[in-house]
């Protein structure tokens, strides 16, 4: 019976373009600021200054780097020959217990030290021994540089949740490293923390082998690897050359795609400092950086263009301007021969002092298995003690769940009510609420009013009121209700709503930002916006990158539903509760925190912890980026929000927690 108001609309505002359109406005605002720092500088000494601003800025959005001062206990497991170099089967630890994988060539003949190329790959699931990766090895070795092709987490011998009982992999590349990059940032962490010290490792391999003169190391890499070369140029100034593939573009270029990123590449708060990728080149000027592209990319070939044309500039000032170049082939999202050959002959030249591009004869691939590195193919299980990030991501749990417990309760409890502030206040602008009712309607006995007010300029919120029609025209008591879905999920709340009701309640079923009938337009009926990389976390992966969330918003959603209540004729602002079901049911705990004048807040089938969500190897990602604040975990988690609402008097007794999100799945789906 509730079903018809389910899917109602609203009329007077086009509801559905509003999140697009405030985070797009929100992105260009940011890379104006950006775009405004770089054309302030007017000397290398700025230059200079913005590029250590890049550096330190990248590593707080990531999370800080692991230590390197670690033993790397590198290893050559073992050698194959090939036709005119010879590959070594490397396993190193760029953090101990952490087991990284790598194939170095070595061109046959060596007398002195000479460049070599970190080749980081993409999202190939047998990474380096891969025939695309491969080719690009080849290419280069036969161009007389040593190579290191490196295996990301999740990839080639790394697969992070290996089972060597079952030999199997449930989660390889893109959704190994989605599934634990999002479990990262509740820590205030990256999976590009992890990607970019591996990198940073294996240059300090390379750096103390014989064959290679440590002043003349470059880095390339594609896709993926093309993020984390883009990283490495960024924070490792020990990189001679660069040449990022299938990746540099910028942030304005990238919206109009419509497209989500993975997790290595999400910075939380990096365009926030003003950075874009264009600031990903002018980190290397004046060292020489050739931009690899694809003119029919899922990256628009404008934005490479746009990048280099800027940043021209910055090598000009050293007199080094055809330093910075752009090798642009006509051909899909991969690293083609022809980027190869380009590639090959740009380190050669700049690492080795002449140019060589090898003939297509040269290449010959060899068998894949005969490049492993492990006896079975895998470090998980035949390595004692092999660490996934997953298992990285426990143990800063740990720390931090630790250094939380050392402080007193008062200040634990202050220092976490202050970030929750900022985090949630964060660049909010206050706005009249200006509501007004957006139509009505019955339910059995009970009223229907709909709601719409401004949550912040260029976003409305949106509600359904309930309430006995027999006591219409009295000032009611109201509880404000936040659970997945809104309004679109009325029947699976209809006993709430009438038990409410029954109590002489407006049951006030809120629709913050993005939910129910403020969903953005979808490309298609059949599209599912809260999957993986659909229009949600989209929208999503933006605010990160503007030091926003989605659960901060949404949080804030809350409060000034509070506010509303306040100026409502209909609402007795002396009686004002919250109720949250569901993962949103933490938008209410937060918000609750926050305000004290709601006077309780019942949290029924919420999630027990984050923490606990982290130590769950398998979920469901769907709309999991709905409950991420970056870094909560450094301040607080949900079972301390119950306990400080508890200790005030102000949580109501609630049901059962939810254990685990989404135990067992594998989909995302």
């Known amino acids: 019976?509730?079903?018809?108001?389910?899917?109602?609309?609203?009329?007077?505002?086009?509801?559905?373009?509003?999140?697009?359109?405030?985070?797009?406005?929100?992105?260009?605002?940011?890379?104006?600021?950006?775009?405004?720092?770089?054309?302030?500088?007017?000397?290398?000494?700025?230059?200079?200054?913005?590029?250590?601003?890049?550096?330190?800025?990248?590593?707080?959005?990531?999370?800080?780097?692991?230590?390197?001062?670690?033993?790397?206990?590198?290893?050559?497991?073992?050698?194959?020959?090939?036709?005119?170099?010879?590959?070594?089967?490397?396993?190193?630890?760029?953090?101990?217990?952490?087991?990284?994988?790598?194939?170095?060539?070595?061109?046959?003949?060596?007398?002195?030290?000479?460049?070599?190329?970190?080749?980081?790959?993409?999202?190939?699931?047998?990474?380096?021994?891969?025939?695309?990766?491969?080719?690009?090895?080849?290419?280069?070795?036969?161009?007389?540089?040593?190579?290191?092709?490196?295996?990301?987490?999740?990839?080639?011998?790394?697969?992070?949740?290996?089972?060597?009982?079952?030999?199997?992999?449930?989660?390889?590349?893109?959704?190994?490293?989605?599934?634990?990059?999002?479990?990262?940032?509740?820590?205030?962490?990256?999976l590009a923390r992890y990607m970019l010290h591996d990198a940073m490792r294996a240059v300090d391999y390379l750096s103390v082998r014989p064959e290679v003169d440590p002043q003349r190391i470059g880095v390339t890499g594609h896709s993926g690897g093309g993020t984390q070369t883009s990283l490495l140029m960024m924070y490792d100034t020990r990189i001679a050359a660069a040449a990022p593939g299938g990746f540099i573009m910028n942030r304005p270029y990238f919206l109009l795609t419509g497209k989500a990123q993975d997790a290595e590449q999400k910075w939380p708060g990096f365009s926030a400092y003003g950075f874009d990728h264009e600031d990903i080149v002018l980190a290397m000027a004046p060292r020489p950086v050739m931009i690899l592209a694809t003119t029919y990319d899922s990256v628009p070939i404008e934005a490479p263009r746009h990048t280099v044309g800027v940043n021209r500039r910055f090598w000009d000032m050293f007199g080094r301007g055809e330093d910075l170049q752009l090798f642009e082939d006509e051909n899909v999202h991969r690293f083609t021969v022809p980027l190869a050959k380009a590639a090959a002959a740009f380190f050669s030249n700049y690492l080795n002092g002449s140019a060589v591009t090898p003939s297509e004869e040269q290449i010959e691939?060899?068998?894949?298995?005969?490049?492993?590195?492990?006896?079975?193919?895998?470090?998980?299980?035949?390595?004692?003690?092999?660490?996934?990030?997953?298992?990285?991501?426990?143990?800063?749990?740990?720390?931090?769940?630790?250094?939380?417990?050392?402080?007193?309760?008062?200040?634990?409890?202050?220092?976490?009510?202050?970030?929750?502030?900022?985090?949630?206040?964060?660049?909010?602008?206050?706005?009249?609420?200006?509501?007004?009712?957006?139509?009505?309607?019955?339910?059995?006995?009970?009223?229907?009013?709909?709601?719409?007010?401004?949550?912040?300029?260029?976003?409305?919120?949106?509600?359904?009121?309930?309430?006995?029609?027999?006591?219409?025209?009295?000032?009611?008591?109201?509880?404000?209700?936040?659970?997945?879905?809104?309004?679109?999920?009325?029947?699976?709340?209809?006993?709430?709503?009438?038990?409410?009701?029954?109590?002489?309640?407006?049951?006030?079923?809120?629709?913050?930002?993005?939910?129910?009938?403020l969903l953005p337009h979808l490309n298609s009926p059949t599209d599912r916006p809260f999957k993986r990389f659909g229009i949600i976390d989209r929208h999503t992966d933006e605010m990160m990158w503007l030091g926003d969330s989605m659960a901060a918003v949404r949080t804030y959603d809350v409060l000034r539903a509070v506010q509303l209540a306040f100026s409502l004729k209909n609402i007795d602002p002396s009686d004002i509760r919250l109720y949250g079901h569901g993962k949103y049911g933490m938008y209410a705990a937060l918000a609750a925190l926050l305000d004290p004048r709601a006077a309780s807040v019942r949290m029924d089938e919420c999630m027990n912890s984050i923490a606990d969500w982290i130590r769950e190897p398998f979920y469901d990602e769907t709309d999991s980026l709905s409950f991420i604040m970056p870094g909560m975990l450094r301040y607080l988690d949900l079972p301390d929000a119950r306990q400080w609402l508890d200790r005030d008097g102000r949580l109501e007794g609630t049901g059962s927690p939810v254990d685990r999100l989404g135990a067992n799945s594998h989909s995302a789906s």
Request: net charge negative; proline share 5%.
């Open 365 to 517: 691939l060899i068998p894949s298995e005969q490049l492993l590195c492990t006896k079975s193919g895998q470090v998980i299980g035949e390595l004692a003690g092999a660490k996934s990030v997953f298992a990285e991501n426990v143990d800063r749990l740990a720390l931090f769940e630790g250094k939380r417990a050392a402080l007193g309760e008062e200040e634990r409890k202050s220092r976490a009510m202050a970030w929750l502030k900022r985090t949630v206040f964060y660049n909010r602008q206050l706005c009249d609420l200006n509501p007004r009712p957006s139509g009505g309607g019955e339910v059995g006995q009970l009223w229907v009013l709909r709601s719409i007010w401004w949550s912040q300029p260029g976003l409305l919120n949106h509600a359904l009121q309930f309430y006995d029609s027999r006591l219409h025209g009295q000032k009611l008591p109201v509880t404000i209700a936040v659970w997945d879905g809104g309004s679109s999920q009325l029947e699976a709340h209809a006993q709430w709503i009438e038990e409410t009701c029954a109590a002489g309640r407006i049951a006030f079923v809120l629709n913050p930002t993005g939910i129910g009938p």
């Open 1 to 190: 019976m509730y079903d018809k108001f389910e899917n109602v609309g609203i009329a007077h505002f086009d509801v559905k373009s509003q999140l697009p359109r405030w985070v797009y406005e929100a992105a260009m605002r940011a890379a104006k600021r950006g775009e405004e720092a770089r054309l302030a500088i007017k000397d290398r000494q700025t230059l200079e200054q913005r590029q250590l601003q890049i550096r330190e800025g990248l590593e707080r959005c990531i999370g800080g780097m692991p230590a390197s001062d670690t033993p790397l206990n590198a290893k050559v497991t073992g050698t194959v020959e090939g036709s005119g170099f010879r590959v070594d089967k490397v396993i190193f630890e760029p953090r101990p217990e952490v087991y990284a994988t790598a194939n170095v060539y070595i061109p046959d003949g060596i007398t002195e030290r000479r460049g070599a190329v970190l080749l980081l790959c993409g999202h190939r699931e047998q990474a380096k021994h891969c025939d695309e990766y491969q080719t690009v090895c080849h290419y280069l070795v036969h161009a007389g540089l040593v190579v290191m092709a490196l295996d990301p987490v999740g990839q080639g011998e790394r697969f992070g949740y290996y089972d060597p009982q079952t030999d199997q992999a449930p989660m390889t590349s893109v959704t190994e490293h989605e599934n634990v990059g999002r479990q990262c940032m509740p820590l205030g962490d990256s």
